[in-house]
């Protein structure tokens, strides 16, 4: 790697801008000190109609987005590109051709500016999130050590987290993620893409005890969510042939009784996970954590084993470069960073 000058942690103004494009959020962001100062995030409406992402688009639209985005984003923070101090993009895990447009963008701003480049990881990411600073100085970050429940329509974990560069997963799930589940089934319930919000919305009005879908048996901390899409799959497709309008008919209920069980696959692994490592700092990340009734029953569980719960800002749950940004700062902190040969990687551990 080429030597760049690289402040110290006693040194203030360390800039970073972060990029993230593993699925179909285009997002760039800007974090000086730990604290943000910009958080941009492109869409991609393109993939509605077809019910689900398709990557071809996704690298597509990703690369339209990325110019536009990242001077948005410096814009936004008020400062100038010679003012970064180094470049961080998510390198994996996520769609392949996305990925790769974030990482040949951050490559290239590294050597147009004379800046480091940081690689970070997506998953690390959606923990750290919980350490960024607001401009007005709200922070309430986590001690270590503690546990975060990542779920999201990719993942699903739970990460035991020592420090900010020390991670492991204890539990993952073996198939489905929890977002793929609330995904899945609201498509055959004929609900639009993403599914997880509308099943969410319905739910509020439905009664959660009314049917019983599958929970998995797994030893350990792992998940699995596939055979509860199956069973949803086949109760719906029993009932449809008494009744066509079984779904109309019973919505509220069905998206009640669907989030009951996620839920309930979701705090039990965690709860265990909970008991086993006797860790009562407990966090929550990804895109599914914007779900009412999981926030509610988390917050129950924590009242109910003394947690001390702390729920990150929406807009830092979902897919975001703030995450990315966060991540590179401690990385940069600690002198980790990556070469010009860094290829992105569909699969990664943490
Ligand atoms: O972390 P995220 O933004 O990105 C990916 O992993 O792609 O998570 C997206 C997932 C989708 O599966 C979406 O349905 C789910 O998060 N999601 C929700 C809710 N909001 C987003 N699931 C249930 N309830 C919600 N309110």
Redesign the pocket.
Known sequence: MKNFSIKSKKDANVTILGIESS???TAAAIIRDGVILSNVVAGQKVHEEYGG?VPELASRAHQQNIIPVVDRAIARAGIEKSDISAVAFTRGPGLLGSLLVGTSFAKGFSLAAGIPLIEVNHLQG?VLALFIKEKDGAYNPPKFPFLCLL?????SQIILVRDYLDMEVIGQTIDD????A??KC?KVMGLPY????H???LAKQGDPHRFNFAKPRISGLDYSFSGLKTSFLYFLRDNLKENENFIEENQADLCASL?FTIIDILLNKLKKAAKQTGVKEITVA???S?????RTALQENANKHGWNLIIPKFEY???NAAMIAITGYYKYLNGEFAGQDAVPFARTQL
Do not use: K, W
Request: hydrophobic share 30%; with cysteine; proline share 6%.
């Open positions: 699925c179909d959020d992402v959606h779920v999201s329509g990719g993942n993620a929890a977002g793929e609330f995904d609201a993403p599914g997880g919000p099943v969410d919305r989030q990804g895109g599914v914007a779900n009412s009734g999981l749950t979902m897919d």
